[in-house]
Protein backbone atom coordinates (compact mmCIF):
# COMPACT_ATOMS: atom_id res chain seq x y z
CA UNK A 1 0.00 0.00 0.00
CA UNK A 2 1.58 3.37 -0.96
CA UNK A 3 1.89 5.80 2.00
CA UNK A 4 4.14 8.80 2.40
CA UNK A 5 6.88 8.00 4.89
CA UNK A 6 6.96 10.99 7.50
CA UNK A 7 9.81 13.23 8.47
CA UNK A 8 10.61 11.31 11.88
CA UNK A 9 10.74 8.13 10.67
CA UNK A 10 13.48 9.28 7.99
CA UNK A 11 15.47 11.58 10.67
CA UNK A 12 14.58 15.11 9.86
CA UNK A 13 16.68 17.62 11.69
CA UNK A 14 14.92 20.49 10.98
CA UNK A 15 11.19 22.29 10.74
CA UNK A 16 9.16 22.72 8.04
CA UNK A 17 9.10 25.97 6.91
CA UNK A 18 5.75 28.33 7.35
CA UNK A 19 2.56 26.94 7.22
CA UNK A 20 -0.16 28.08 4.40
CA UNK A 21 -3.48 27.29 3.93
CA UNK A 22 -5.80 26.75 1.23
CA UNK A 23 -5.74 23.92 -1.66
CA UNK A 24 -2.96 24.82 -4.10
CA UNK A 25 -3.53 24.65 -7.92
CA UNK A 26 -0.09 23.47 -9.06
CA UNK A 27 2.91 20.48 -8.75
CA UNK A 28 5.86 21.62 -9.88
CA UNK A 29 8.71 18.55 -10.80
CA UNK A 30 12.49 18.90 -10.32
CA UNK A 31 14.94 16.45 -10.54
CA UNK A 32 18.80 15.99 -8.88
CA UNK A 33 20.92 16.26 -12.10
CA UNK A 34 22.83 13.02 -10.44
CA UNK A 35 20.74 9.58 -10.18
CA UNK A 36 21.10 9.24 -6.40
CA UNK A 37 18.06 6.89 -5.95
CA UNK A 38 18.01 3.54 -7.52
CA UNK A 39 15.84 0.74 -7.50
CA UNK A 40 16.30 -1.67 -4.71
CA UNK A 41 17.71 0.51 -2.22
CA UNK A 42 16.50 0.07 1.41
CA UNK A 43 14.21 2.25 3.63
CA UNK A 44 17.71 3.22 5.81
CA UNK A 45 19.52 4.28 2.85
CA UNK A 46 16.69 5.98 1.32
CA UNK A 47 16.45 8.01 4.69
CA UNK A 48 20.42 8.79 4.38
CA UNK A 49 19.37 9.93 1.34
CA UNK A 50 17.19 12.56 2.12
CA UNK A 51 19.27 14.02 5.12
CA UNK A 52 22.09 14.38 2.67
CA UNK A 53 19.53 16.53 0.42
CA UNK A 54 18.25 18.01 3.97
CA UNK A 55 21.77 19.09 4.89
CA UNK A 56 22.50 20.61 1.45
CA UNK A 57 19.44 22.60 1.60
CA UNK A 58 20.24 24.15 4.95
CA UNK A 59 23.93 24.63 4.93
CA UNK A 60 25.41 24.56 0.54
CA UNK A 61 28.69 22.89 -0.26
CA UNK A 62 32.02 24.26 -0.65
CA UNK A 63 31.20 28.09 -0.06
CA UNK A 64 27.96 28.24 -1.51
CA UNK A 65 25.33 28.87 0.94
CA UNK A 66 22.30 26.64 1.68
CA UNK A 67 19.41 27.70 0.13
CA UNK A 68 17.38 27.38 3.02
CA UNK A 69 19.59 29.17 5.25
CA UNK A 70 17.59 31.41 6.57
CA UNK A 71 15.19 29.36 7.73
CA UNK A 72 15.99 25.48 7.83
CA UNK A 73 14.20 22.87 6.03
CA UNK A 74 14.52 20.68 3.21
CA UNK A 75 13.59 22.29 0.01
CA UNK A 76 11.17 20.25 -1.55
CA UNK A 77 7.67 19.37 -0.16
CA UNK A 78 7.46 15.53 -1.36
CA UNK A 79 10.44 13.66 -2.57
CA UNK A 80 10.00 10.27 -4.79
CA UNK A 81 12.26 7.60 -4.97
CA UNK A 82 12.88 4.88 -7.53
CA UNK A 83 11.32 2.24 -5.29
CA UNK A 84 8.16 4.08 -5.17
CA UNK A 85 8.14 5.36 -1.74
CA UNK A 86 7.74 8.54 -1.03
CA UNK A 87 9.12 10.94 1.59
CA UNK A 88 7.89 13.66 3.11
CA UNK A 89 9.97 16.87 3.01
CA UNK A 90 8.07 20.19 4.19
CA UNK A 91 4.88 18.38 3.45
CA UNK A 92 1.67 19.73 2.86
CA UNK A 93 0.30 22.80 4.07
CA UNK A 94 3.99 23.92 4.51
CA UNK A 95 5.55 26.67 2.06
CA UNK A 96 8.61 25.00 0.41
CA UNK A 97 11.88 26.69 -1.70
CA UNK A 98 11.83 24.63 -4.53
CA UNK A 99 10.79 27.16 -7.18
CA UNK A 100 11.16 30.92 -6.86
CA UNK A 101 7.80 32.74 -7.20
CA UNK A 102 5.69 29.66 -6.81
CA UNK A 103 6.55 27.79 -3.04
CA UNK A 104 3.56 30.05 -1.55
CA UNK A 105 1.28 28.54 -3.94
CA UNK A 106 2.73 25.12 -5.34
CA UNK A 107 4.08 21.96 -4.02
CA UNK A 108 7.65 21.07 -5.24
CA UNK A 109 7.65 16.89 -5.76
CA UNK A 110 11.10 15.87 -6.37
CA UNK A 111 12.72 12.80 -8.21
CA UNK A 112 16.54 12.00 -6.99
CA UNK A 113 17.84 11.21 -10.52
CA UNK A 114 19.35 12.25 -13.70
CA UNK A 115 16.22 12.95 -15.55
CA UNK A 116 18.10 13.62 -18.63
CA UNK A 117 18.96 10.07 -18.83
CA UNK A 118 17.38 8.52 -16.07
CA UNK A 119 13.76 7.51 -16.06
CA UNK A 120 11.44 7.58 -13.46
CA UNK A 121 10.41 3.70 -12.62
CA UNK A 122 6.93 2.35 -13.25
CA UNK A 123 6.65 2.38 -8.91
CA UNK A 124 7.96 6.35 -9.01
CA UNK A 125 5.57 6.74 -11.55
CA UNK A 126 2.32 4.96 -10.12
CA UNK A 127 3.26 6.60 -6.76
CA UNK A 128 3.46 10.30 -8.01
CA UNK A 129 -0.50 9.26 -9.43
CA UNK A 130 -1.10 8.46 -6.02
CA UNK A 131 0.52 11.49 -4.56
CA UNK A 132 -1.66 13.90 -6.69
CA UNK A 133 -5.12 11.63 -6.12
CA UNK A 134 -4.04 12.06 -2.16
CA UNK A 135 -3.61 15.81 -2.14
CA UNK A 136 -6.82 15.86 -3.65
CA UNK A 137 -8.39 13.44 -1.10
CA UNK A 138 -6.65 15.34 1.74
CA UNK A 139 -7.73 18.94 0.37
CA UNK A 140 -4.29 20.11 -0.30
CA UNK A 141 -4.94 20.24 -3.87
CA UNK A 142 -7.71 21.36 -6.33
CA UNK A 143 -9.17 18.28 -8.13
CA UNK A 144 -8.06 20.69 -11.63
CA UNK A 145 -4.67 21.32 -9.92
CA UNK A 146 -2.11 21.54 -12.92
CA UNK A 147 1.53 19.77 -13.38
CA UNK A 148 5.22 21.65 -14.82
CA UNK A 149 7.93 21.53 -14.47
CA UNK A 150 10.85 23.61 -13.40
CA UNK A 151 11.49 23.88 -16.37
CA UNK A 152 8.72 25.94 -17.25
CA UNK A 153 9.38 28.23 -14.16
CA UNK A 154 13.21 29.51 -15.57
CA UNK A 155 15.31 26.08 -15.18
CA UNK A 156 15.55 24.61 -18.49
CA UNK A 157 17.49 21.46 -17.78
CA UNK A 158 14.90 20.86 -14.41
CA UNK A 159 13.81 17.96 -14.54
CA UNK A 160 15.27 16.64 -17.63
CA UNK A 161 13.57 15.33 -20.99
CA UNK A 162 12.49 11.82 -19.61
CA UNK A 163 11.31 12.76 -16.24
CA UNK A 164 9.20 16.05 -18.32
CA UNK A 165 7.90 13.75 -20.88
CA UNK A 166 6.82 10.78 -18.39
CA UNK A 167 5.81 12.74 -15.72
CA UNK A 168 4.98 16.48 -16.64
CA UNK A 169 3.19 15.88 -19.88
CA UNK A 170 1.98 12.13 -19.55
CA UNK A 171 0.25 12.58 -16.20
CA UNK A 172 -3.06 12.92 -16.72
CA UNK A 173 -5.33 15.26 -14.92
CA UNK A 174 -8.52 15.15 -13.11
CA UNK A 175 -10.74 16.85 -15.89
CA UNK A 176 -13.67 18.59 -14.39
CA UNK A 177 -17.41 17.77 -16.06
CA UNK A 178 -18.74 20.82 -18.15
CA UNK A 179 -21.43 21.04 -15.21
CA UNK A 180 -18.71 21.51 -12.61
CA UNK A 181 -16.92 24.10 -14.03
CA UNK A 182 -20.21 26.43 -14.62
CA UNK A 183 -21.70 25.42 -11.16
CA UNK A 184 -17.66 26.62 -9.73
CA UNK A 185 -16.31 29.10 -11.72
CA UNK A 186 -17.10 32.58 -10.71
CA UNK A 187 -17.09 35.56 -13.13
CA UNK A 188 -13.92 37.22 -13.58
CA UNK A 189 -12.20 40.42 -14.98
CA UNK A 190 -8.99 41.85 -15.40
CA UNK A 191 -7.58 42.08 -11.43
CA UNK A 192 -8.74 38.88 -10.60
CA UNK A 193 -6.26 36.40 -9.25
CA UNK A 194 -2.87 36.49 -8.13
CA UNK A 195 -0.81 35.20 -5.22
CA UNK A 196 -2.62 37.37 -2.61
CA UNK A 197 -5.91 35.65 -3.93
CA UNK A 198 -8.28 32.69 -2.51
CA UNK A 199 -6.59 29.74 -3.70
CA UNK A 200 -10.59 28.89 -5.49
CA UNK A 201 -10.16 32.58 -7.41
CA UNK A 202 -6.36 31.89 -8.54
CA UNK A 203 -7.54 28.21 -10.16
CA UNK A 204 -10.91 29.72 -11.44
CA UNK A 205 -8.31 32.30 -13.29
CA UNK A 206 -5.35 29.44 -14.39
CA UNK A 207 -8.58 27.16 -15.71
CA UNK A 208 -9.89 30.11 -17.73
CA UNK A 209 -5.94 30.56 -19.16
CA UNK A 210 -5.42 27.01 -19.86
CA UNK A 211 -9.30 26.70 -21.84
CA UNK A 212 -7.94 29.63 -23.80
CA UNK A 213 -4.66 28.26 -24.96
CA UNK A 214 -6.18 25.13 -25.93
CA UNK A 215 -8.64 27.19 -27.98
CA UNK A 216 -5.67 29.39 -29.51
CA UNK A 217 -6.35 32.63 -28.13
CA UNK A 218 -3.50 32.74 -25.82
CA UNK A 219 -0.08 31.67 -26.43
CA UNK A 220 0.98 28.90 -23.68
CA UNK A 221 4.16 30.97 -22.72
CA UNK A 222 4.88 34.40 -21.88
CA UNK A 223 7.94 36.51 -23.37
CA UNK A 224 10.11 35.42 -20.08
CA UNK A 225 9.54 32.21 -21.10
CA UNK A 226 7.62 31.19 -17.98
CA UNK A 227 3.68 29.00 -18.34
CA UNK A 228 0.99 31.48 -19.36
CA UNK A 229 -1.41 29.53 -16.41
CA UNK A 230 -0.18 32.04 -13.74
CA UNK A 231 -3.19 32.32 -12.34
CA UNK A 232 -2.92 36.22 -12.73
CA UNK A 233 -5.99 37.84 -14.93
CA UNK A 234 -3.66 40.72 -16.31
CA UNK A 235 -4.18 42.23 -19.43
CA UNK A 236 -2.83 39.52 -21.63
CA UNK A 237 -5.41 37.31 -20.49
CA UNK A 238 -7.97 39.94 -20.76
CA UNK A 239 -6.83 40.82 -24.60
CA UNK A 240 -7.79 36.84 -24.89
CA UNK A 241 -11.20 36.76 -23.18
CA UNK A 242 -11.89 39.91 -25.74
CA UNK A 243 -11.11 38.12 -28.47
CA UNK A 244 -12.52 34.76 -27.73
CA UNK A 245 -15.60 37.11 -26.93
CA UNK A 246 -15.46 38.68 -30.84
CA UNK A 247 -14.65 35.44 -32.33
CA UNK A 248 -18.12 34.13 -30.34
CA UNK A 249 -20.67 36.55 -30.74
CA UNK A 250 -20.29 38.23 -27.36
CA UNK A 251 -20.34 41.44 -25.74
CA UNK A 252 -16.67 41.43 -25.99
CA UNK A 253 -16.17 43.46 -22.39
CA UNK A 254 -13.29 41.16 -21.47
CA UNK A 255 -15.35 39.99 -18.19
CA UNK A 256 -16.35 35.78 -18.03
CA UNK A 257 -19.72 35.80 -16.74
CA UNK A 258 -21.96 32.37 -17.17
CA UNK A 259 -22.35 32.57 -20.83
CA UNK A 260 -18.52 33.33 -21.73
CA UNK A 261 -17.87 30.37 -19.10
CA UNK A 262 -20.81 28.49 -21.49
CA UNK A 263 -18.78 29.39 -24.98
CA UNK A 264 -15.79 28.42 -23.74
CA UNK A 265 -16.85 25.28 -22.07
CA UNK A 266 -17.92 23.94 -25.57
CA UNK A 267 -16.23 20.54 -26.17
CA UNK A 268 -14.17 20.38 -22.99
CA UNK A 269 -14.13 17.59 -21.30
Not at 9 to 33: F, I, N, P, Q
Not at 111 to 126: C, E, K, Q, V
Not at 184 to 208: D, M, N
Not at 255 to 262: E, F, K
Request: net charge positive.
Amino acid sequence: MTRIVPRDEWGAEYGRGHSTDGAKTELVVHHDGHTRSRPGMTIDQEAALMLFYEDYHVHGESGTPGLTRANPRIAYSFVVMQTGRIYEGCGWGRIGAHTGGMNSSAYGVFFPLNGAITPPTSDAFASFAWLRLEGVRLGHLTPHHIVTGHQDHGKPQCPGRLVYDLVVRGAAVIPPTVEEVVRARPSLRIGKGGSTAPAAEREAVRYLQGRLIALGFLAPKLASGTAATTGNFGVLTADAVQRFQSANGLTPDSIVGARTWAALMKGAS
